[in-house]
């Protein structure tokens, strides 16, 4: 059974940098698409950024060019580098993982949504004060 642990949450201010990371257990990471999802209050949850076992990464266009998947997921462990943060940038983050089959090439669009992972962490929390 894989378990991941999100952790890095916390208070920053606006324009300020955080970075999380979501390390995982009960399997080594292979053939895999790794993705952050954050879900603020009242709102629906969303993708933020996703990175398969090649090394590709995709972002939300919230998101592109302030937060990184780093490429390599060293030690079982994913990050997220989160740079520029804004109040809207204010949720609850989750990492999420989804294993395919050996050698698979992912189309990492079709992994925007949440129900294409079967592995879910349990969240860590970002606050961003003005």
């Known amino acids: 059974q894989v378990q991941l642990v999100e952790s890095g949450g916390g208070l920053v201010q606006s324009g300020g940098s955080l970075r999380l990371s979501c390390a995982a257990s009960g399997r080594t990471l292979s053939n895999y698409v790794m993705a952050w999802f954050r879900q603020a209050p009242g709102k629906e949850r969303e993708f933020v950024a996703a990175?398969?076992?090649?090394?590709?990464?995709i972002y939300a266009d919230s998101v592109k060019g302030r937060f990184t998947i780093p490429g390599d997921i060293a030690k079982n462990t994913m990050y997220l580098q989160m740079n520029s943060l804004k109040a809207e940038d204010m949720a609850v983050y989750y990492c999420?993982?989804?294993?395919?089959?050996?050698?698979?090439?992912?189309?990492?669009?079709?992994?925007?949504?949440?129900?294409?992972?079967?592995?879910w962490g349990q969240g860590t929390q970002i606050t961003v004060s003005t």
């Open positions: 999420a993982a989804h294993f395919g089959p050996p050698g698979t090439n992912y189309m990492l669009n079709n992994y925007r949504a949440g129900d294409q992972y079967a592995y």
């Open positions: 990175i398969d076992w090649k090394g590709s990464t």
